[in-house]
């Protein structure tokens, strides 16, 4: 049994302006102690669908329309938000992208990772101290006990993204989710931040759902890749897969647009040509087919559905929201 | 085809850059004023605020023309009318053109109103007070005072402010700390101090500057008024310029050759304006209020002219545990609240409006 | 901290020498004394009035005289040829001469009777002002956008709408004779207090209840506002953790100007309610030309306003870590 089952989530929300499905029927399952990767740009979804996890949409102006996400044999979007919280922090916990915002600045370290401690275990302010130290040691901040007086604007960006780290670890959590963890950072900083969070993913046996918009990082820490286009599910595949053989051409497109060190230098960048969709205002049919160099007429009229890929390489299921015969068409390395 | 930079050997294809520009012309961006003026339309109380503000003026402007009792002529027997609603009596015959001096537009209108209505004018709709004045009318008369000194006031200010903070903020390093600690120092006298100083000696040199100078004590009234609200106002200034300055719109815009003119006219003007807006929409209550204060103090208009400070003032003083006039409190009260309400809403209504941080939030 | 304190009490020193500077020339150098609305005094008497008074003295000895410390009359140090029996005198002994007006007492003498009249009514008004914004602008940001939420606002914006003595006008017409519950006028108890400091503290109050609901509101839709509710902490302790803290900054750095608009607005009320405070003092300090008290009463309130506003500076950088102690 996977350990968190999402089926058919779908998030709206309604704005003066109309109204717009932020995620539309999207499914995954995430098996223990694995990393799940969810790429896709701004826009697609890929935050919206982990906040929702967590109850942490705010109900006016977002809806809940439908789907199911099963965890420990409940189902989170069916708990009551006293249980909700209980499992916040301590079961699943999330990460954010930019550090100085998400920590409170007027208070310390300290007291912000004492209080999930005091939450979740009871435990008093001092006997919290100590295992506080001990979890910025495993971060990798040198003299822990020191920090944990100082405030946020005291420290720098990647002691600040380990800090969180730590907060969200400290009470063992089954699930982690990372929300662009390493974005605001440098880039050497990022490195050493995925370093960290895989070396401690296999001390604990946590999983982790990893969003980015960084195909890099997917490449270096994911078991699996979902893509996101426009609130739904493009492609879903192992990550070797992936990145061997894209069969959305979303993710083609993706994966060809990265420069890449040593290429012939005067080529020219490739783009993924027009701009991503207005989600209140979506095309009928693939969210992508306006885009898409390969749309056939079938693409502009009815929503692909996410299909099994045969493909015999394949170290899992795969599958893609793209009609088999597009995709067959571009292996024989026709456009439409 | 266009080409890209010259001797770059790169070729950005016609055909794409046609494209672009094209697609980016589908999106019509918003400027600020747009912006600003659709957000205020959409926030219905900020607009019914400026709505009746407007009409407010407009009556206020336009009292002399129209058929109220005066507001001067005084009946020393009666004491108090309670209000009288218009079904009971509508109008009455009586009416005599008494006024303090007014204006040649002003006497216009009236000569205008006689011409219309004769001798007709408005029964006591509000009641009267207690020296037999129609209180309606001094209400509407009132709020031409009122007014007048607010926005002269405001106005006064903000020219003080506007200049002195613009220029402390443009010009930047020691001067801009001197003046600024000018302006500490002023801020941390209790000014209300200076004000009566101000007034108490301008009150014995009246006669000079009446007749030598034309300067009457009205006048005196809104410039001191004004020199002393002018300080936050500065602050504010100096602050948005500051921050401005150093922006990189700024410094775009100098790479892409503008003058300094041009600089300040066309892109720092337009963004002070807005929190100077906000800010003299602000400003004008609490003119209103301390013009109030004033006269609650003796210190401010004069009978026989009429202003909402004056009746409220009447009227505290005509509350007494035998008699309760009320009229005479709740009536200036009402009008006085309801457009400081209307101000203030819509001085709300626009910083939200005007305020970029909030554009595209909700 | 040192430099701090010192650097406040320079600008202080230099705030208020400008402020009696200026005041003591102003009222001496216009026309009129403190003395010509009484009825006309035989010259005898006048003249011991202006030699008590020191008022035949050239200006700038008057000045000095105020200022002090040093007495330059007939009683000073006998290094000046005075008899010695009362070498220092001055605003910089804390001696704010004699009254004009009230010939038998010193400035001194009725600022001290006065004064602590003014400041349980300011205190009681300043304490109203926080409970009530405070709490109404709470509930606002919480309840955003509900019935209670508009019902408060359009109050606190009503409350800054209205001159105080209009509010007092109507508390007098409900709460004395309406419903006669509380004393209207004069001074005897604190509950004489209660009416008069509601009406001076109601339109800080609003504006307290503003700042609030806007500062709560920014705060929580701060980020770190996400991180704890995602930390699994009870909405309860989220709010009194972590917004209010944030949430009550701006309230902190009002509290300065509120103190200085209180003071202001203690001269009309304490008129209307007949209340002994040092603000009916003051008001006609400057229409009787009485100068010693009127320059007692304005130094005193700039000392307070100043003091006060140090203090919420102070304040203001142990509630945030992020600011230091500096003159901003």
């Keep these: ?336 | 085809m266009a080409k890209g930079l010259p001797n770059s050997g790169f070729d950005l294809g016609g055909r794409e850059l046609e494209e672009l520009a094209a697609e980016a012309a589908r999106f019509k961006g918003e400027s600020l004023w747009q912006d600003a003026w659709r957000r205020l339309r959409g926030n219905r109380t900020a607009w019914w605020s400026f709505v009746f503000l407007l009409g407010f003026t407009a009556l206020a402007l336009f009292a002399p023309i129209l058929p109220l009792p005066s507001p001067v002529s005084l009946d020393l027997q009666l004491e108090p009318q309670p209000p009288v609603p218009p079904w009971e009596t509508f109008g009455r015959s009586g009416f005599a053109p008494e006024y303090w001096e007014l204006s040649s537009l002003d006497q216009l209108l009236v000569d205008a109103r006689v011409g219309l209505f004769a001798d007709w004018q408005t029964g006591p709709w509000l009641g009267t007070d207690g020296k037999g004045r129609d209180l309606l009318s001094r209400i509407v008369w009132g709020s031409r005072t009122s007014i007048l000194v607010a926005l002269a006031a405001a106005l006064c200010s903000l020219a003080i402010g506007v200049t002195y903070g613009a220029v402390a903020g443009f010009l930047g390093g020691r001067i801009d700390n001197l003046m600024m600690r000018i302006v500490d120092i002023l801020y941390s006298i209790p000014f209300i101090f200076l004000v009566i100083f101000l007034i108490t000696i301008v009150n014995e040199y009246r006669a000079e500057l009446e007749d030598g100078w034309g300067i009457d004590r009205e006048t005196v009234f809104y410039v001191v008024i004004g020199a002393v609200y002018w300080l936050t106002m500065a602050r504010v200034v100096r602050g948005q310029v500051l921050s401005l300055r150093n922006q990189e719109f700024v410094e775009a815009a100098r790479v892409l050759g503008a003058s300094t003119a041009r600089i300040v006219f066309v892109h720092l003007v337009p963004n002070v304006l807005s929190i100077v807006i906000v800010y003299l929409t602000l400003t004008i209550p609490a003119v209103m209020l301390f013009e109030a204060f004033l006269s609650f103090l003796g210190l401010g208009i004069e009978p026989p002219k009429v202003s909402w400070g004056l009746l409220a003032v009447d009227g505290s003083e005509m509350v007494n545990p035998v008699k309760l006039y009320w009229w005479l409190v709740v009536f200036p009260a009402a009008a006085m609240g309801a457009t400081l309400l209307a101000l203030n809403l819509l001085g709300d209504g626009l910083r939200d409006a005007l305020d970029p941080k909030l554009r595209g939030k909700d | 901290m040192l430099r701090f304190v010192l650097r406040r009490l320079l600008w202080f020193a230099i705030t208020l020498f400008v402020v009696v500077t200026i005041s003591f020339f102003l009222m001496r150098s216009v026309r009129g004394g403190p003395f010509d609305g009484e009825r006309a005094l035989n010259e005898a008497v006048e003249r011991n009035i202006q030699a008590r008074y020191h008022l035949d003295w050239p200006l700038w000895k008057q000045y000095l005289q105020y200022v002090g410390p040093v007495n330059l009359g007939d009683t000073g140090p006998e290094m000046l040829g005075g008899d010695g029996s009362d070498p220092f005198t001055g605003i910089l002994v804390f001696d704010f001469g004699p009254s004009f007006k009230y010939r038998d007492f010193t400035v001194n003498d009725i600022i001290g009777q006065s004064l602590p009249i003014s400041v349980s009514l300011g205190t009681i008004a300043l304490l109203w002002a926080l409970v009530l914004g405070l709490s109404a602008g709470i509930a606002s940001a919480l309840w955003r956008g509900s019935g209670a939420d508009v019902t408060l606002r359009l109050a606190a914006t009503t409350g800054i709408a209205l001159p105080n003595f209009t509010v007092a006008g109507f508390l007098v017409i409900f709460f004395v004779f309406l419903i006669p519950v509380l004393p209207v006028a004069g001074y005897g108890s604190w509950k004489h207090l209660i009416l008069p400091g509601f009406a001076l503290g109601a339109p800080f109050a609003a504006y307290i209840a503003r700042l609030t609901r806007t500062g709560m509101l920014e705060v929580l839709s701060q980020d770190y506002i996400r991180t704890a509710h995602a930390k699994g902490l009870p909405p309860r302790l989220v709010i009194l953790r972590h917004a209010i803290k944030g949430g009550l900054l701006p309230v902190v750095s009002y509290l300065g100007p509120a103190t200085a608009g209180i003071l202001t607005g203690s001269l009309v009320i304490e008129r209307i309610f007949a209340i002994p405070g040092t603000g009916s003092h003051f008001v006609n300090s400057a229409l009787n030309r009485d100068y010693t008290l009127a320059m007692g009463v304005t130094i005193l309130y700039t000392v307070l306003v100043y003091g006060l506003n140090t203090l919420v500076d102070f304040a203001y950088t142990l509630l945030d870590p992020r600011i230091e102690l500096e003159d901003s």
């Design chain 1, 1 to 336: 049994m996977a350990l968190l089952d999402v089926r058919g989530l779908t998030v709206r929300f309604d704005t003066h302006q109309g109204s717009v499905r932020a995620v539309d029927g999207v499914s995954f399952t995430l098996e223990e102690g694995e990393t799940l990767g969810l790429v896709g740009e701004s826009g697609s979804g890929k935050s919206v669908t982990n906040l929702a996890l967590l109850g942490l949409i705010p109900q006016p102006p977002g809806v809940i329309e439908a789907g199911e996400v099963h965890y420990g044999g409940r189902d989170l979007l069916k708990l009551r938000p006293r249980e909700l919280q209980k499992l916040r922090g301590d079961e699943i916990s999330m990460i954010f992208q930019d550090p100085m915002t998400s920590l409170n600045p007027l208070l310390t370290i300290g007291e912000q990772l004492a209080e999930v401690l005091e939450v979740h275990r009871g435990l008093s302010r001092r006997a919290a101290r100590v295992k506080c130290a001990a979890g910025l040691g495993d971060v990798g901040i040198p003299e822990p006990e020191s920090r944990l007086d100082q405030y946020p604007h005291e420290l720098s960006g990647g002691m600040r993204q380990r800090v969180m780290i730590a907060m969200a670890l400290l009470c063992d959590p089954k699930i982690l989710v990372a929300d662009e963890p390493t974005t605001a950072l440098d880039v050497t900083i990022q490195a050493q931040i995925l370093e960290l969070m895989k070396a401690l993913q296999e001390r604990h046996g946590t999983a982790i759902v990893l969003i980015t918009h960084d195909l890099g990082v997917v490449a270096g820490m994911a078991d699996r890749v979902h893509v996101m286009y426009a609130g739904r599910l493009v492609e879903a595949a192992a990550t070797e897969d992936l990145f061997r053989t894209p069969e959305h051409p979303y993710t083609e497109g993706l994966l060809a647009s990265v420069p890449r060190l040593g290429g012939t230098f005067g080529t020219e960048l490739l783009t993924i040509p027009g701009s991503p969709p207005d989600l209140a205002d979506l095309p009928p049919g693939c969210a992508f087919a306006p885009r898409c160099g390969y749309a056939t007429a079938v693409c502009t009229q009815s929503v692909p559905r996410l299909q099994p890929v045969v493909d015999v390489h394949a170290e899992a299921p795969r599958f893609a929201a793209c009609p088999p015969a597009n995709r067959s068409r571009r292996r024989a390395g026709g456009r439409a």
